[in-house]
């Protein structure tokens, strides 16, 4: 693992649908009061990241990786997102709990290509739970991001809410196959990476 705790990986740009992709393991930079945790990897927490490049009107779709510590369920009843300082907030479009045991890296187009169903009411059992989100902004040849969710849940009555860190940047092209796109989106997604990690507090 990166001593920054970051691990990326690169989709590769594809000529009929270009996507751009950094995706990191899925975790969160410190104990939450409640039940719900993010996963870790190595016993340490660490941040998702995802970027894509999507036209007017779609969504750039992420995952948030979730462990629930309690033997029975937590519901969600909230969800929105946490802005990332300097950047234009992206709009939350949709949130979804995965049905498959199968993860997100990223995506285009809401619903997402990986079964899930609605996230608000849901209920988490005990273990693991990929919470997918898309966002968008309205503006071609713009970007925007979020730092992560904020995610509101009951347990057992009494009332929690948890940050999970998976920033994701939704970079709005409206030539989404030019070089150019790409690389502003990949300058972006640096920038946006950088500034999560201080809000986690994983770097100063």
Same mark, same amino acid.
């Not at 927490?45 to 995952?63: F, K, L, Y």
């Not at 990332?84 to 907030?89: K, M, N």
């Given at each position: 693992?990166?001593?920054?705790?970051?691990? +990326?990986?690169?989709?590769?740009?594809?000529?009929?649908?270009?996507?751009?992709?950094?995706?990191?393991?899925?975790?969160?930079? &410190?104990?939450?009061?409640?039940?719900?945790?993010?996963? !870790?990897?190595?016993?340490?927490?660490?941040?998702?990241?995802?970027?894509?490049?999507?036209?007017?009107?779609? !969504?750039?779709?992420?995952? +948030?990786?979730?462990?629930?510590?309690?033997?029975?369920?937590?519901?969600?009843?909230?969800?929105?997102?946490?802005?990332?300082?300097?950047?234009?907030?992206?709009?939350?479009?949709?949130?979804?709990?995965?049905?498959?045991?199968?993860?997100?890296?990223?995506?285009?187009?809401?619903?997402?290509?990986?079964?899930?169903?609605?996230?608000?009411?849901?209920?988490?059992?005990?273990?693991?739970?990929?919470?997918?989100?898309?966002?968008?902004?309205?503006?071609?040849?713009?970007?925007?991001?979020?730092?992560?969710?904020?995610?509101?849940?009951?347990?057992?009555?009494?009332?929690?809410?948890?940050?999970?860190?998976?920033?994701?940047?939704?970079?709005?092209?409206?030539?989404?196959?030019?070089?150019?796109?790409?690389?502003?989106?990949?300058?972006?997604?640096?920038?946006?990476? !950088?500034?999560?990690?201080?809000?986690? &507090?994983?770097?100063?």
């Amino acid at each position: 693992m990166p001593t920054r705790r970051r691990a +990326a990986r690169f989709m590769s740009w594809l000529a009929v649908m270009t996507t751009m992709a950094a995706v990191v393991a899925c975790g969160s930079a &410190g104990p939450a009061a409640g039940p719900l945790r993010l996963q !870790t990897a190595g016993g340490q927490p660490v941040i998702a990241m995802s970027s894509i490049i999507v036209v007017p009107g779609q !969504t750039a779709d992420a995952e +948030a990786c979730l462990d629930n510590d309690a033997q029975t369920p937590v519901r969600i009843t909230a969800v929105s997102v946490v802005s990332a300082p300097g950047f234009a907030t992206a709009r939350l479009v949709d949130v979804g709990v995965a049905t498959s045991g199968h993860g997100l890296a990223t995506a285009r187009g809401w619903p997402p290509p990986v079964p899930s169903r609605p996230a608000i009411g849901a209920d988490l059992p005990h273990g693991n739970a990929g919470l997918f989100f898309g966002i968008t902004g309205p503006l071609a040849s713009h970007n925007y991001a979020v730092a992560g969710l904020k995610i509101a849940y009951s347990y057992q009555g009494k009332h929690y809410s948890l940050v999970a860190w998976a920033g994701a940047a939704a970079c709005v092209a409206a030539n989404p196959n030019s070089a150019s796109s790409y690389q502003d989106c990949s300058t972006y997604t640096t920038s946006v990476n !950088t500034t999560v990690e201080k809000l986690a &507090g994983l770097s100063t």
